[in-house]
């Protein structure tokens, strides 16, 4: 099969993509699940951009800089924040609603304000904002004439090949998922938009197609790798049997919410100036010491102080999922914990979102593009993804005059092999996929969590290896599933992770490790880069 662009993954940055592409090339996408599912989908707070009369981009700037540690690319983020408010207008113009405020004669736009902002700058939806992008972006793809979209199915590999004597990404062998059958895909540009990582962890806030794919075949095929050790663990997810991990958005708290514990004492002043309104990482710190002293399951996150009205109006999708349950967050706080949330580090990408390999891009979460450092400033995602899916596009535009390369031998010959009867017959059980899949997840919560050392940091390393070697010798021999993918690739960024966090010998951002627990910005102020040799997988 040939596609002139080839995206892997259906969220805002792959949406937005294809769509600035597509009036100039045919664009193939390819999606593991319905083309609504993704990270995206799930983002309740909303778009950081500068809108409002009172705010400036060099403020943005700096919020953003000091919630990075000292590891944020600059120019990265001001490409980011500076070109931010044109995004959020071309998704308002392709159909994206966002709450108003009537009684604003000059944004219009009703601002949120978030932990370590500011000013009041997060454009919403309520607390439904991913929802309302990717509806806007999924319409907009779906009338769109030169876009083709295949749901259910994955990405495996990346095929690389050789082109003016440099590794070259020349497409990707493509899972179809329901026929069980792997296509060789043939694309001049390739570009990963798989999302994040949290399904390597036992609790996340992330959908289960959450398993880095993008970022475990990048790795695989040569491309450079950064930064995996900072993961983002979200501080306050609803702690209940019935919704494991629910989000409880950190705009709960820009609007007041107060972190307490469970005797009611306020907890967040000792650990920070900014108090409710530190950035994420020091509060989810400050709640996994909390749980750690008091030894209790959850803290609580309090709005009764407020306006039962304004919450009930702001955070419709949290007040209705909580009363569900028998919460009435209006009348009594919200029991809450940390989960794996969201992932800094990435395929290393230039400001154009191209990555090391020729060709090939890579776009939002699956990148690491320098914006977040070693720790993402609330609501800079979705419009880290909205820029730089906009620059990959423009970059495209001259790569489509150049003919795409020719798969290699060895491709067909790949592809040809995952497909013959002998090995589909051989099926290894959803049960095994799944136990294995527990155990790694099991290991990466309690041993490379929000607090890390360097005993556990071994341990994980140790045992992960082990695994890792048997699921690479075991995928060439039998049928490749969807699940198996994803065991794969859940393996592989759980050992990128490990060796990125073993690698960096100090404490900074979102990775904290009590055998070196100051910031050493002498020795570490630079990015941790693991790279397999070309061609690996």
Not at 143 to 170: N, Q, S, W
Not at 215 to 225: N, V
Not at 240 to 247: K, Q
Not at 314 to 323: D, N
Request: aromatic share 4%; proline share 5%; charged share 25%.
């Amino acid at each position: 099969m040939d596609a002139p662009v080839l995206v892997i993954g259906s969220g805002i940055a792959g949406l937005t993509y294809a769509l600035k592409v597509a009036d100039h090339a045919p664009v193939l996408l390819v999606t593991k699940k319905e083309n609504t599912e993704s990270n995206t989908n799930y983002a309740q707070g909303g778009i950081a951009a500068v809108m409002a009369p009172d705010d400036s981009p060099e403020l943005h700037i700096e919020d953003t800089l000091a919630a990075g540690a000292g590891l944020c690319r600059r120019e990265a983020v001001e490409q980011m924040v500076r070109e931010g408010p044109e995004r959020v207008r071309e998704l308002i113009a392709w159909g994206a609603r966002f709450s108003r405020d009537p009684s604003d004669k000059g944004v219009g736009l009703a601002l949120g304000r978030e932990g370590g902002h500011s000013r009041r700058r997060i454009v919403h939806a309520q607390d439904r904002t991913g929802r309302e992008v990717e509806r806007a972006l999924v319409a907009a793809v779906q009338r769109h004439p030169h876009i083709r979209v295949l749901e259910h199915h994955a990405a495996v590999e990346l095929i690389v090949t050789e082109e003016a004597g440099e590794p070259t990404v020349a497409g990707a062998l493509v899972l179809d998922v329901r026929a069980r059958r792997v296509l060789p895909v043939r694309a001049a540009v390739t570009v990963l938009a798989t999302g994040g990582c949290g399904q390597v962890y036992l609790h996340t806030t992330n959908p289960s197609i959450a398993t880095g794919d993008g970022i475990a075949i990048a790795y695989r095929a040569g491309a450079a790798i950064a930064n995996m050790e900072f993961i983002q663990f979200h501080p306050t997810t609803l702690y209940h049997p019935e919704a494991r991990s629910f989000l409880i958005s950190e705009a709960v708290r820009g609007e007041g919410g107060i972190l307490r514990r469970r005797d009611g004492s306020e907890f967040m002043d000792a650990y920070h100036p900014m108090g409710c309104l530190a950035p994420r990482d020091v509060v989810a710190r400050a709640i996994d010491s909390e749980l750690k002293r008091t030894g209790d399951d959850y803290v609580l996150l309090d709005v009764t102080h407020l306006d039962p009205e304004h919450v009930r109006r702001r955070f419709p999708q949290i007040y209705e999922r909580c009363r569900s349950l028998g919460i009435d967050i209006t009348r009594e706080p919200i029991p809450v914990v940390p989960a794996a949330h969201y992932s800094c580090g990435g395929v290393v990408t230039d400001l154009a979102a191209r990555a090391t390999l020729r060709r090939l891009y890579a776009v939002g979460e699956t990148a690491c593009t320098g914006v977040h450092g070693a720790n993402r400033l609330a609501s800079n995602s979705l419009l880290e993804a909205l820029v730089f899916a906009h620059h990959a596009a423009l970059d495209t535009l001259a790569r489509l005059r150049e003919a795409a390369p020719e798969l290699p031998p060895d491709a067909l010959a790949i592809a040809e092999e995952m497909n013959r009867p002998q090995r589909q017959a051989r099926e290894v059980s959803p049960e095994f996929v799944a136990q294995m899949r527990q155990l790694v997840q099991t290991l990466m919560q309690s041993h490379v969590g929000i607090v890390r050392n360097d005993r556990r940091l071994e341990q994980a390393h140790r045992e992960v290896s082990l695994v890792h070697h048997a699921v690479e010798a075991l995928f060439p021999t039998v049928q490749p599933t969807l699940e198996l993918v994803e065991l794969r690739n859940i393996v592989q960024v759980s050992w990128l992770i490990i060796v990125c966090a073993r690698t960096r010998r100090e404490s900074r951002g979102l990775h904290f490790n009590e055998d070196c627990p100051e910031r050493d910005d002498v020795n570490w102020q630079r990015d941790t880069v693991v790279r397999a040799p070309i061609g690996a997988g």
